[in-house]
């Protein structure tokens, strides 16, 4: 039997109906389809998630290392080569190497999760281990409130394929689903909302589990995403790139907005890629412009309101072979925004959802265990869907992250947005000459001075420089010595 270790909650929740839920913390590696490799719950001291690493990358992408065209047919060099290495290699858990559960052995720093702040020390009594405190509780109750979307086995064939799995092919697939589901629970049922052990179960959590379904009748479907994506380079069986995911989805909300009588995801929110100049072929930081966005909604909106929420997808490509260093405060800072939908990304080859971090840790949802296939029917509140959440935390070093990836963030309504371009326009000037991406008011302006000149100190993003964020090949004159760009 697998070893669990009991965390113990505080006096304060012991009265809860949720005492139990997230209580065990495994210290096996996480589930998947082979693995013997087992790991010590807890492990390392770690240093501040927003200070630059001292690894020296191996070199950062450059105009003509990848082409965009290929990019956008949907298959990244990278991601390819490093799931066919794998492949070829055996086991599919094997690429994660040795996986770490539990929480970093000793750390006492604050843990964001999707814009939520953690305190695992208590400011009166820092005496109590963290794993005891009321803030870790809280954590954990968040985490495993957080839809989880696993490999699958037995639904329908897809299509006029006979795939009725998608094991060992479909992990970018999945980790995009449960992307978007956050986002869908913060629409529909916001921020605060958490997984009641109590039934039926809230109308609206069984409506969001059914549009992941597998089958053609779930809007969000794998099935409806391969279909969605055919122009990208989707297709049953094989394996794909965070841009092409981004497009797919774009895809497949116009479709389902553009059928008659399926409203399911037209009437929720609508999906906007930000890539660079002429979608990426010029190269470059992806650039949002607000004049684009506002015209977006009221186009959707047939003029009739001017904000829709909308999910913005951000595909980035952050180095060759590993991730450029530079930027790994700057993706850790994206977790303290309050409409974060974490990273979709992971190692070479094997894509996770990335929820929080702590320290240079990252917290995600492994998308790589097995499960039979749940028949999600809105009508049924009383269905079992435990095999949609995780209790297991599970972690791996950002700086090991894959450097093609994607971020997502979710705005409500116009404010909502105005203070996320606020937040990022900071994160801008903090990066030293190279931004995760940019903002603008306008495509004629270079840069978002309206927007910079309404930023202040309570905009909420921690300051880099206070974390000595200077990474290699930069002077303090501010801008790196050496070329970069982004695809």
């Known amino acids: 039997m697998p070893k669990k270790t009991q965390i113990s909650k505080s006096s304060s929740d012991s009265d809860s109906p949720r005492k139990n839920l997230g209580s065990l ?79 970093p052995n000793g750390s006492k720093s604050d843990i964001w999760l999707l814009g939520v702040c953690y305190k695992v020390v208590q400011d009166d009594d820092p005496s109590i281990e963290p794993t005891q405190s009321e803030g870790f509780s809280a954590f954990v109750d968040d985490f495993s ?70 089958s053609e009748e779930s809007a969000c479907s794998i099935h409806n995403l391969l279909q969605a994506g055919k122009t990208y380079g989707l297709s049953p069986g094989s394996w794909v790139g965070p841009y092409a995911m981004c497009r797919t989805w774009e895809t497949l909300a116009r479709s389902k907005r553009e059928e008659t009588g399926n409203a399911d995801m037209s009437s929720l929110m609508s999906f906007y890629v930000v890539s660079g100049d002429e979608d990426g072929e010029r190269g470059g930081a992806p650039v949002l412009c607000v004049e684009d966005i506002v015209r977006h909604c009221s186009d959707l909106s047939n003029g009739e309101v001017d904000w ?15 991730i450029n260093s530079r930027y790994l405060p700057l993706l850790a800072a994206t977790f303290s925004f ?46 079992d869907t435990s095999s949609y959440h995780c ?22 309504d116009k404010s909502d947005f105005d203070d996320f371009c606020i937040r990022a326009s900071k994160l801008v000037d903090q ?26 100190s309570n905009s909420g993003v921690p300051e880099l420089d206070s974390f000595d964020a200077v990474g290699p090949g930069e002077s303090d004159g501010g801008r790196p010595e050496d070329e970069w760009q982004l695809l």
């Not at 829709?308 to 590993?322: A, N, Q």
């Not at 029917?377 to 009383?382: A, C, N, Q, S, V």
């Not at 209790?391 to 409500?412: E, K, M, Q, V």
């Open 391 to 412: 209790n297991t935390l599970r972690h791996f070093p950002l700086d090991s992250i894959d450097p093609s990836l994607a971020i997502g963030f979710y705005c409500r």
């Open 145 to 214: 409130s957080r839809i989880l979307v696993t490999y699958r086995k037995g639904f329908p064939p897809i299509g006029d394929s006979k795939y009725t799995s998608d094991v060992n092919w479909g992990c970018m697939l999945r980790s995009s689903q449960m992307l978007v589901a956050q986002a869908l629970l913060l629409h529909r049922l916001g921020r605060s909302w958490r997984k009641s052990l109590d039934k039926p179960h809230d109308q609206k959590y069984v409506d969001i589990l059914h549009l992941f379904g597998d």
């Open 25 to 103: 913390i495994s210290s096996e590696p996480e589930p998947g389809p082979s693995s013997n490799i087992k790991t010590s719950v807890w492990s390392g001291f770690l240093v501040s998630p927003f200070s630059i690493f001292d690894t020296e990358p191996k070199g950062c992408l450059k105009k003509g290392d990848l082409s965009s065209k290929k990019y956008y047919n949907g298959i990244g060099i990278n991601w390819t080569s490093a799931v066919k290495r794998m492949m070829n290699s055996g086991s599919m858990r094997r690429i994660f190497g040795i996986n770490k559960t539990g929480i």
């Open 338 to 383: 309050p409409q974060s939908l974490g990273i979709l990304g992971g190692r070479p080859g094997a894509s996770t959802y990335i929820v929080g971090v702590q320290d240079d840790q990252a917290f995600y949802l492994d998308p790589h265990e097995v499960q039979p296939v749940v028949d999600i029917k809105t009508d049924k509140l009383d269905i």
């Open 308 to 322: 829709i929420p909308v999910l913005f997808l951000v595909p980035l490509v952050l180095g060759l072979d590993k």
């Open 431 to 456: 990066s030293n000459g190279a931004p995760l991406f940019t903002i603008t008011e306008t495509r004629s302006s270079p840069t978002a001075v309206e927007y910079n000149d309404r930023v202040t």
